[in-house]
Each structure stands twice: as structure tokens, then as C-alpha cells.
């Protein structure tokens, strides 16, 4: 499985240049272990909010040394982290980043995670970010990517439905499942349209 991932990874873009709705361009890219600083500013810059509901810790700026670990050490197909980003911003240019874990008890299932910067939430910047680990995930032969989510969290619950994913209770977190193979599962929602038309966009680069 390795040695065909390896082979996988080798023809998956590492830049794609696209632009947000709004016309903005934008580069998207696998973050590396080099982008400890990057990923350690993104945390920082994060509304305590969206700090909690990503990483599900209340106190503290700073992301620990165990989690960028977590979050840059891994390789496909087990693990792959993506960032969307504004060449142009002045400061910190990160726009959002999402990552897929695949599971150690069932290879065809990844469990998936985003985050978007306060400011740029809104603006297609998630579902892009899905629609490149969708396809990403898709060639490394999974099936389904899985959100975890609180339930207090309305806008993460509301876009993965409006996306497609069939959510469910676990007695402690919504779990929201995308199936990779399944494109008429995506509904007639404004997000929904734009991750197919994502989909529609990225596939002949990325599969
Ligand atoms: C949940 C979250 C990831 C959504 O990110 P986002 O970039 O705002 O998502 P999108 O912009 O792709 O889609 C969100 C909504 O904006 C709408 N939208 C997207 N582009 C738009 C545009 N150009 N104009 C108007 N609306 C737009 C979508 O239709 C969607 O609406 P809906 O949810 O009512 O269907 C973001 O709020 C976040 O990072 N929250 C904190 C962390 C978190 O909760 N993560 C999820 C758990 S892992």
C-alpha cells in the first residue's frame, strides 16, 4: 500500500492555483515539516472559538509541540494536510487547513478536520479544502472521510449536511460521514453546488 501511495503522491499537484468565488486568487498546498511556524502562527491567529471547536482546547496561543508533531510528521496514504492560502495578504497569509487521519481499524475510512480563519469563513474556503482531500483521499483508496463535530458547533453541522455528509449521534459528538464515491449524495445546497463544482474543477489535475 505504501510503495502505491508513494507512487500516487508523486502525481498529486503540490500547488494548486484557483480563486475563491469573490474572484480572490488563491494557492492551495500540503503543508510540510517545515511549516511549523506557519501552522503555529495559524493557531495563534485563531479566535478561541474556532481554537475550540477545531482542537477542542479552551486555554492558550500557543499549539503544542506534540500536535504539530501530530499534524505535519504524517505521510500518506495514512495522513495529508492541506492549506489554502493568499499570496498577496500582508501578515499572515493562511486563509485555512484541513487534514485527514486514515483509520487504523478500517483503511477505507479517514477521519477529516478543517479549519478556517475567522475572517475568511463564508467565502468557499472549507469546501475547497474538502474537495482536495476528497480527491486526495479518493486516490489513496479510501471511501469515506468522517467529521466529528460538538453539538453546539451549527455552522460545522450545517455545512457538512449542506456538503452531503449523513451525520449521526454518538452519544457525545455529531459524526457527519462523506462518501468519496457517491456524487449524487451531494445535495442542491449553495454548498453543496460549490463542492461539486470543485470537484468537477480539481479532478482532472488531482485523479
Ligand atoms: C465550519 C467551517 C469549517 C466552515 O468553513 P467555511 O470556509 O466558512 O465554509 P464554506 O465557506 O466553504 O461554506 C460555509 C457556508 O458559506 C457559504 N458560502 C461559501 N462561499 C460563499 C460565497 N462566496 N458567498 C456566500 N456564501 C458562501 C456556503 O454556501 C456555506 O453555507 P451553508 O453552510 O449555509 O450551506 C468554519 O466555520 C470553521 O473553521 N469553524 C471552526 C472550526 C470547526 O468548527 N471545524 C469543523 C470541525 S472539524
Do not use: K
Not at 83 to 109: C, H, K, M, Q, Y
Amino acid at each position: 500500500m505504501r510503495r502505491r501511495c508513494a507512487w500516487i503522491a508523486a502525481m498529486i499537484p503540490e500547488r494548486l492555483d484557483v480563486h475563491l468565488h469573490d474572484g480572490t486568487p488563491v494557492v492551495a498546498r500540503p503543508l510540510t515539516p517545515a511549516d511549523r511556524d506557519y501552522v503555529a502562527d495559524g493557531y495563534r491567529l485563531l479566535s478561541p472559538e474556532a481554537r475550540y471547536q477545531r482542537f477542542w482546547v479552551r486555554q492558550g496561543e500557543i499549539i503544542g509541540d506534540a500536535m504539530l508533531d501530530r499534524l505535519l510528521s504524517g505521510r500518506l496514504p495514512e495522513h495529508a494536510i492541506w492549506t489554502v492560502f493568499d499570496p498577496t495578504r500582508e501578515g499572515f497569509p493562511g486563509l485555512g487547513a484541513a487534514s485527514f487521519w486514515r483509520s487504523e481499524n478500517d483503511p477505507l475510512e479517514a477521519e477529516f478536520s478543517v479549519t478556517v480563519m475567522d475572517a475568511d469563513q463564508g467565502r468557499g474556503v472549507a469546501t475547497l479544502l474538502l474537495s482536495i482531500l476528497w480527491l486526495v483521499a479518493f486516490r489513496c483508496g479510501i471511501e469515506t472521510l468522517t467529521g466529528y463535530t460538538m453539538p453546539e458547533n451549527s455552522r460545522a453541522l450545517r455545512w457538512m449536511r449542506d456538503t452531503g455528509a449523513a451525520g449521526e449521534w454518538d452519544g457525545y459528538n455529531a459524526v457527519f460521514r462523506w462518501t468519496l464515491g457517491d456524487l449524487n449524495a451531494i445535495p442542491a445546497t449553495p454548498a453543496g453546488a460549490d463542492l461539486a463544482g470543485r470537484l468537477a474543477e480539481l479532478s482532472p489535475v488531482m485523479l
